[in-house]
């Protein structure tokens, strides 16, 4: 779509990446939370396990603990949160929607 601009084109200071994680539910016990974690990091550095990761999501594998996973998240909501015009908590394609359509409240689209 060559006319449709980039969110960080359209949007100035947006700047999110994906990401991947493994969540667990609460209560589980630091110790588990720690080995499941190594577990999978392992898995992860794996040639196998790295090549087949990003033949499907064009992304390298990059790992982390889970205090480091809760950090990048804590990050990247203050950032949406600090780049949303809406005041909502929007992220991803439903804060570019409600951005779009909040700019487009402030500055009609000119008459063609």
């Known amino acids: 779509m060559p006319d449709v601009p980039s969110i960080s084109e359209t949007v100035p200071g947006y700047d999110v990446s994906n990401y991947f994680g493994l969540w667990g539910a609460a209560g589980i016990s630091p110790e588990l939370t720690r080995r499941i974690a190594g577990l999978f990091a392992d898995a992860a550095k794996s040639e196998k396990a790295r090549d087949a990761f990003y033949s499907v999501s064009g992304t390298a594998v990059r ?6 996973l809760a950090e ?32 487009l409240e402030i500055e009609p689209a000119p008459a063609s």
């Open 63 to 68: 790992t982390s603990t889970p205090l480091e």
């Open 72 to 103: 990048y998240q804590r990050h990247e909501a203050q950032n949406l949160q600090a780049h949303d015009p809406c005041g909502r908590n929007c992220s991803g394609i439903a804060y570019f929607i409600a951005w779009r359509r909040h700019r």
